[in-house]
């Protein structure tokens, strides 16, 4: 193999060891987290990292789904390509196709232990070359920060270790599905009060809202507990200055208006890196990043080369302690389905102010995930009298059209499709020429019997 990424040089003095702690939420949105200004949840310890790191401003889950999303992270390949569209487990059967490398399988080739605690979501699990996995419940935050101690203090060679959290996703389909039912051993949860709550303005403002609000953050706040925990191993095993640590969640938020679309509060994520060697701490970047510049900026770090394919994706290490864009205004997300019975294709050039969503499958009535189409949240949506969901018609919400175009700087939360109008032709343009060229370079299929300009099925 050859390299294709950029050698980092390690911080003077350091070891040569180059570990990585990759922590993963489940499903939670940008704006719930403290350092991202949310005044209400508690999140310290990701704050923390923040103020010890940089935290992207920007940065985009390329599917609003768990499992594929996770491919994407450990691929560094769209859905489109790494070939698991939907969802592993049960009747939705998808995995990562033949011919991808994960990047667990990369760094044991480079000589690292691997391991991933908590929710997987992926398959097959033989393509994921994993040598500490353990048995344990991903909301069980006290005892995920034991193994991973256990993995830490163990690992005689370099290590590569996932931190799969459970937390903040509903822990049912009925009710509001949020908040933390038991006390666990060792950790009480937090108790927030619905009424201090800010709703999000693509949810109805109701009072069954702010319940479920208070649980997420219940949750939340839990996961946030499990981060610190790990994050103090780490220091106790003297590996604080060798471990490039990243959080991220695989998505956004579980409500419906996020979870399976590519609308802001679907897709766009907390993202904060803390990398041994920064000259400047408590960075804010305005870089767009995706997850498919995980896998190659953990290649970037541990100096691992692979050159079997090209990556959807770079590193950003070269970038992370820049205030500037240098050139990082794009991403590129694609989402197939969530469920094997929720297909809907999507294909989106996000810029910093312009979004381009392209509906493959517009015809169709969009499916929710399982996830939301039984929560209360839409439930009671759909009874309601004014048929809305926050502020977008239910009508515009479930019936799409084929393009949909957003100037998210008078727009922020998508309300306002401009790809028809006049003013806007110059920039649809650009934009759907931009995504065809980008989806031909990386041989989408889906281009074989569609494209965004002319009348699908």
């Not at 294709?4 to 499903?27: F, M, R, W």
Request: aromatic share 10%; proline share 7%; hydrophobic share 35%.
């Amino acid at each position: 193999m050859t390299a294709i990424l950029s050698a980092v040089l390690a911080p003077a003095g350091a070891a040569e060891t180059k570990n990585v702690v990759l922590l993963i939420s489940d499903n939670q949105t940008w704006f719930d987290v403290g350092c991202y200004g949310n005044r209400v949840v508690q999140t310290p310890n990701i704050d923390r990292l923040a103020t010890e790191g940089v935290r992207f401003e920007s940065a985009f889950a390329t599917t609003a789904s768990c499992g594929p999303s996770r491919a994407v992270i450990y691929s560094g390949l769209l859905t489109h390509r790494n070939g698991q569209y939907a969802h592993p487990h049960r009747e939705h059967n998808q995995e990562i196709r033949p011919d991808v490398t994960t990047v667990f399988a990369m760094l044991k080739e480079n000589g690292y232990r691997t391991g991933l605690i908590g929710k997987d979501h992926v398959r097959p699990l033989e393509k994921y070359p994993i040598d500490f996995k353990p048995r344990t419940k991903s909301r069980d935050v006290l005892a995920m920060a034991a193994m991973a101690d256990t993995f830490i203090r163990e690992s005689k060679q370099p290590f590569f270790l996932v931190m799969s959290f459970g937390d903040p996703h509903p822990v049912s389909i009925d009710g509001p599905g949020w908040g933390i039912p038991t006390t666990q051993d060792g950790y009480s949860p937090i108790k927030y009060d619905p009424h201090e709550i800010s709703v999000p303005k693509f949810l109805p403002d109701t009072p069954e809202v702010r319940e479920g609000i208070a649980g997420y953050y219940q949750q939340t706040t839990r996961m946030d507990d499990g981060v610190g925990r790990v994050l103090e191993s780490i220091e106790k095993h003297g590996h604080k200055n060798d471990t490039l640590v990243i959080f991220t969640a695989d998505h956004g938020t579980s409500e419906p208006g996020a979870m399976g679309t590519h609308y802001e509060p679907g897709v766009r994520v907390p993202f904060v890196v803390r990398s041994p060697g920064l000259k400047k701490k408590s960075i804010v970047n305005p870089a767009l990043v995706a997850f498919t510049d995980i896998t190659p900026t953990i290649l970037d770090w541990t100096d691992t080369t692979f050159d079997d394919y090209k990556f959807h994706g770079r590193s950003f290490l070269p970038i992370l302690e820049s205030d500037q864009t240098n050139g990082w205004d794009r991403a590129l997300l694609s989402h197939v389905g969530h469920d094997v019975f929720a297909y809907y294709p999507m294909r989106t050039l996000r810029g910093r102010r312009y979004k381009l969503i392209w509906n493959v499958n517009y015809r169709s009535e969009y499916p929710l995930p399982i996830d939301t189409v039984q929560r209360r949240t839409w439930v009671d949506a759909r009874q309601s009298d004014g048929q809305m969901l926050g502020g977008r018609s239910i009508e515009a919400f479930l019936h799409r059209p084929q393009l949909e175009l957003y100037d998210l700087q008078s727009d922020p939360w998508e309300t306002t499709n401009l790809a028809e109008r006049p003013d806007a032709k110059s920039i649809r343009t650009q934009m759907v020429a931009e995504l065809v060229e980008r989806l031909e370079a990386q041989q989408d299929p889906w281009l074989r019997n569609y494209h965004p300009l002319k009348a699908g099925q």
